[in-house]
């Protein structure tokens, strides 16, 4: 392991998320408004995380407005 020098930083492992909000059309029988998005889904996606994970959430907007994002 001499050769690779110190290797303690391959110990630590977090999960990176990309997250892109952005506006989409829904279209019900008579009517059709806009909607807010994340990645493409609507309510977002479901993260699963456990006690002590390390999460990196990248946060992407990219409507007009500021979001508030809670979890």
Known sequence: MAMFGDTSWLTYCAVLFPVL???AKADDIFLEWHV????????G????ITT???????????IDEPQ????
């Open 21 to 23: 909000i952005a506006m």
């Open 45 to 48: 996606p479901l993260i699963n």
């Open 52 to 62: 002590n994970d390390n999460v990196r959430v990248i946060v992407f907007n990219d």
């Open 36 to 43: 807010i998005t994340i990645n493409g889904t609507f309510l």
């Open 68 to 71: 508030l994002m809670t979890w």
